[in-house]
């Protein structure tokens, strides 16, 4: 491909020669232009096995906001490269595909968001980290599904709050805290597709196993849980845990280092409820392979640019997560 048509396509896709160890040159470049590589738990596993740090949305913005590299190659979806790049307006930020969206980012536009924020005037601003750029400048303070529960705690009882986009993970706070937040109407598409009844089934075939969720399930699938928690947390649990088998109700890229960090244990994926997949996957994350990542590297580019005006606003509720998820030990 030329280059426009590289742009038209939003990511490079020149072929690469036969026989080219990809993950050894994808290292090799890395080094050589001091680059890091970060990867979200839901990218392929072999993606996630070149990352110099694998992590999920908290734990990559930290990550981003300390690292002495000059280039960022973000293994995940947009609104993460426009983390990266809030944070590290200095750096090149690069993220393999432009076509890795994210259906709750893009279910809470920012002009619309503002529209609603402008009809509730009083109200503190909490925004899921899965938003864009602009939606983070309408925001008094980003959450992940990490401390989310501790930072809506941080305010008053009392404090009246719009929580956005993600409805189902609103929700479950609501009910952890006693809040009564307004509630944007938005979710991610692999989170809501959980069925409770596959679930179910297969906890029949696997009566001991324990069941994990992440709060962005509907609240039906949360109340079968054995543990909720991010991304993170359930890696974690799984790790401590004392059972052996596991049914795993998030994306499926997790089950990678899950295995990877429990090899003698069983994990399973919950199915979603519109098919005969055995899994449920983001269609956005699986954009980003491993023969992008190289030629992502060799050309730097797809590059992530943010309007500085944007970014000027978005920073502030990003800093304030950090702040506050300091403070807290998260």
Same mark, same amino acid.
């Given at each position: =491909?030329?280059?426009?048509?590289? *742009?038209? $396509? ?18 090799? =470049? ?7 590589? =970060? ?25 981003? $906001? ?7 190659? =973000? ?24 076509? $890795?969206?994210?259906?709750? $980012? ?37 959450? &992940? ?19 956005? @986009? ?10 952890? &805290? ?36 992440? @709060? ?30 596991? *049914? ?23 199915? @979603? ?50 702040? *506050? ?6």
């Amino acid at each position: =491909m030329v280059k426009n048509e590289w *742009i038209k $396509a939003g990511y490079v896709s020149e072929s690469i020669a036969e026989g080219t160890d990809l993950k050894k040159e994808i290292r090799r =470049m890395a080094e050589a232009k001091n680059a890091v590589i =970060m990867a979200h738990y839901y990218t392929e596993g072999e993606v996630q096995e070149v990352a110099d740090f694998i992590g999920d949305s908290l734990a990559l913005a930290q990550q981003a $906001a300390r690292t002495q590299a000059d280039i960022i190659v =973000m293994c995940g979806v947009h609104f993460m490269g426009e983390t990266n790049k809030i944070l590290c307006p200095e750096k090149k930020i690069l993220v393999p595909d432009l076509n $890795a969206s994210c259906s709750l $980012a893009e279910s809470c536009p920012a002009d619309e968001f503002r529209k609603f924020v402008d009809a509730h005037p009083g109200h503190t601003v909490i925004s899921y980290v899965n938003t864009t750029a602009a939606t983070k400048a309408v925001t008094d303070v980003v959450v &992940t599904s990490s401390n989310a529960r501790e930072i809506v705690e941080s305010f008053p009882q009392d404090e009246p709050i719009i929580f956005g @986009p993600d409805r189902n993970l609103g929700s479950y706070i609501n009910s952890l &805290t006693g809040r009564n937040m307004l509630l944007w109407d938005g979710a991610c598409h692999v989170h809501e597709r959980f069925s409770v009844e596959k679930i179910l089934s297969i906890k029949a075939q696997y009566p001991d196993a324990k069941i994990l969720v992440h @709060p962005e399930c509907k609240g039906a699938v949360v109340k079968l849980a054995d543990k909720v928690g991010s991304t993170a947390a359930l890696l974690k649990y799984a790790v401590s845990d004392a059972s052996e088998t596991f *049914i795993v109700a998030t994306e499926s890229g997790i089950l990678h280092e899950m295995q990877k960090a429990c090899p003698q244990k069983t994990f399973i994926p919950a199915p @979603p409820d519109d098919s005969t997949c055995a899994c449920n996957e983001c269609n956005y994350m699986k954009l980003i392979t491993l023969s992008k990542l190289y030629n992502c590297l060799k050309y730097e580019w797809p590059e992530i640019e943010v309007d500085p005006e944007i970014a000027k606003r978005a920073v502030r509720p990003i800093n304030k997560m950090l702040e *506050i998820s300091a403070k807290l030990g998260k």
